[in-house]
């Protein structure tokens, strides 16, 4: 049936995802009929005689259209004699965008697959000799692929004559898969030395891991895990090595993170706990804003012997997250474990907050960590950090803390500027003041500075 209007096919509806299609089709072209019932059944299958019908309509338009008169064939004659040489070159930078793309399909490395890779390096010089060998004298982290020793306890003062400057570097390289999307497969391999600078802190170098099995430049596989969704509010995480406690959680809110220099500048107790073998975890965003970190570690899942196996030497971390697109920021973690050794964490309790004025951001956070035996392991840690300093992407950022120890308060200060040159390159220049409280030694602080280049690629 002839239909003038849309509206008259009774089971064409404005949502209609074809909607407006039909609408022109019908009222602006007059090429569409429906059926003598007034129905257009648009998802039926569409039969040879009713496509030839159909187009047969549509084409005695097109010829109404460009028909004498309606168009000036000699004037676009014209136009494409003018312009043959310009089309002619498109035509060949477009066949040669078509080869350079069926070489590169060819010769990629894998469809699924990306490589990306960062090298960090770090170049200190001490200002003055550390008051203690702390690195070489404190009890060791219970997490084997940790790039940090555990703070625990000081020695008697040794104070200890550094090296003029040290380089130390770390290399890694990503290999990152996926099959819908929105997963990822992350096989990462990596390499690293260990200067063991900033020996007068608690701390180490933020972008360094330490030497591999205590070999130099020794390659080895770090991260192995597999990340998902399940369903629209929820992600999880699989891992086989190197995963545990803040590598579950959302964000760990501090603006330093990620930026500074010295290893402080994340909060420091998520590095408390051992495991880093088999890690599962999940993020349960009950808003946008509101998301719940849950994870397990265990550091003898590849074990198979008498108290050892998956459900042994292990942490577990929970993480309640308010991310909001305003001002505030915060996060209250519980961090916990089944580790025994006097002098290690018992448990943590920690609240960590941010608050974003824009250009900068003022953060920090505060953790309770009572010590196995007595004592405590508490740190805290506060500063500000001005974003797109002098420079789109460049960060300044001044904080300072107490680091986790059992026997003293090692204070640690560091100002930085990150510098984003490009998308592939940055520097950040530091000036970093400890002091070891180390019993016994008269002055205990040292002062170094530092300068990291960091490449991506």
Known sequence: AQVTSVSELSDVQPGDWAFTALQRLVEEYGCLEGYPDRTYRGNRALTRYEFAAGLNACLDVVIQLIGPGN??????????????AELATIRGRVDGLETDV?????????????????VDAHLVVPFSDASVASLNNRNINPNPNANEALPGTFPAATPVEEADATFEYRARLNFDTS??????????????????????????????????????????LDDVYYSFPVGNRISAIIAANSVLTDNFVTSTIVPFDG????????????????????????????????????????????????????????SYIAQLNLLTDGILNAAVTYI???????????????????????????????????AIGGGNLDSY???VAFNNFLGSGNQFGVYGGI???????????????KID????????????????????????????????ATFRF
């Open 71 to 84: 168009v000036d064939i000699d004037s676009i004659r014209r136009l494409q004699e003018e312009f043959a």
């Open 259 to 314: 930026s500074s220099v010295a290893d402080a500048g994340g909060p420091e107790f998520y590095d408390l706990y051992q495991g880093g073998n088999f890690g599962a975890g999940l993020n349960i965003a009950f808003s946008p804003n509101l998301i719940l970190d849950l994870g397990y570690s265990s550091r003898s899942s590849n074990v198979n012997a008498a108290g050892q196996g998956l459900f042994n030497r292990n």
């Open 179 to 220: 099959f819908t999307g929105k997963d990822r497969l992350r096989i990462r391999l990596q390499a690293s030395d260990n200067a063991r600078s900033l020996a007068n802190s608690q701390s180490g170098l933020a972008n360094q891991s330490g030497r591999r099995n205590g070999l130099e430049d020794n390659l080895g």
């Open 102 to 118: 069926a070489e590169l399909r060819s010769q990629q490395f894998s469809t699924t697959t990306k490589l990306r890779g960062q």
């Open 421 to 452: 040159v490009n998308e592939f390159f940055s520097f950040t220049p530091a000036v970093i003041y400890t002091d070891s409280k180390a019993p016994g030694a008269g002055d205990t602080t040292a002062v170094y500075g530092a300068l990291r």
């Open 403 to 417: 680091s986790p120890s059992r026997t003293v308060d090692p204070l640690l200060v560091e100002a930085y500027y």
């Open 336 to 370: 916990d474990g089944d580790q025994s050794t006097l002098g290690l964490a018992d448990y943590t309790v920690a609240g960590l907050l941010n608050l974003d004025f824009g250009g900068f951001e003022v953060g920090g956070h505060y953790a309770y960590t009572p």
């Open 381 to 383: 840690m506060g500063g």
